[in-house]
């Protein structure tokens, strides 16, 4: 058993204080009778909740994504640095979103989010090899040897084996790098092995989805078909 204003909040309904105007309204039913109270205890397996007539089936599947400032540590906890769960809106973290993939303190752009475990799973699994397109600043100047040696896959300074990438070079100390590896580091240590010391790093591209016009530091669910366009690459 649990609260039904809890388990509105934990079905992504709204925020605490909307789903208390919501209950107010009168728009909640529970097995079909309108429903005010939100400290009712319900038991949420054999009793229906519906909102506005439709029936909620729990947690629904979020999948945000998050137009990444620097400054910010990819993780959900930590003692000394800002997290990007900061950024998540309440609604979204009370759903139980968590970072696929990463991106360094220092790095901006694309960061997706999502409750659902198995695809959270599948899209940050090593074999997984979604193309991710990075803008890079740096210093030196990327010449036709060096987009050769990423597309042949590049050997880093410790090492390190490299898939086959894509160095695009724009203008004086600025490229495009896609990459479909997310080897810590990744990009910084691939334009180092290079003589290249990346001074900013923007995410731009994952998949087929893009940033688009989205602010930083700001975050949107991503669309039905967005979702099942990412789901079918994963
Ligand atoms: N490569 C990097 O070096 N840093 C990132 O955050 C992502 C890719």
């Known amino acids: 058993m649990e609260r039904l204003d809890k388990y509105l909040c934990d079905s992504g309904v709204g925020t605490r204080s909307q789903v208390k105007a919501i209950l107010k309204a009168g728009r909640v039913t ?5 429903v005010r109270d939100g400290s009712m205890k319900i038991d949420p397996a054999v009793q229906r909740v519906a909102l506005d007539g439709e029936i909620l089936g729990g947690k629904r599947r979020v999948v945000l994504m998050l137009n990444k400032p620097a400054g910010y540590v990819t993780a959900t906890e930590d003692k000394n640095d800002k997290t990007v769960m900061e950024l998540i809106p309440e609604q979204y973290r009370r759903m139980d979103v968590k970072p696929v993939g990463r991106l360094d303190k220092m790095t901006e752009g694309l960061l997706l989010f999502t409750n659902d475990g198995e695809l959270l799973h599948r899209l940050i699994s090593p074999k997984k090899e ?6 890079a600043r740096h210093e030196g100047q990327a010449t036709e040897e060096d987009v050769e040696a990423f597309r042949s896959g590049l050997t ?3 090492g390190l084996k490299c898939l086959p990438a894509m160095l695009e070079h724009l203008g004086a100390g600025e490229s495009l790098v896609t990459v479909c590896e997310g080897k810590y580091h990744q990009v910084r240590r691939m334009m180092a092995s290079r003589g290249m010391t990346v001074s900013y790093l923007e995410r731009r591209q994952e998949g087929k989805l893009s940033l688009g016009d989205l602010p930083r530091g700001a ?16």
């Open 30 to 34: 529970l097995d079909g009778v309108s």
């Open 130 to 135: 979604v193309p991710k397109v990075y803008y």
């Open 156 to 158: 880093l300074r410790d």
């Open 219 to 234: 975050v949107r669910e991503l669309t039905q078909k967005e979702q099942l366009d990412f789901g079918e690459d994963a």
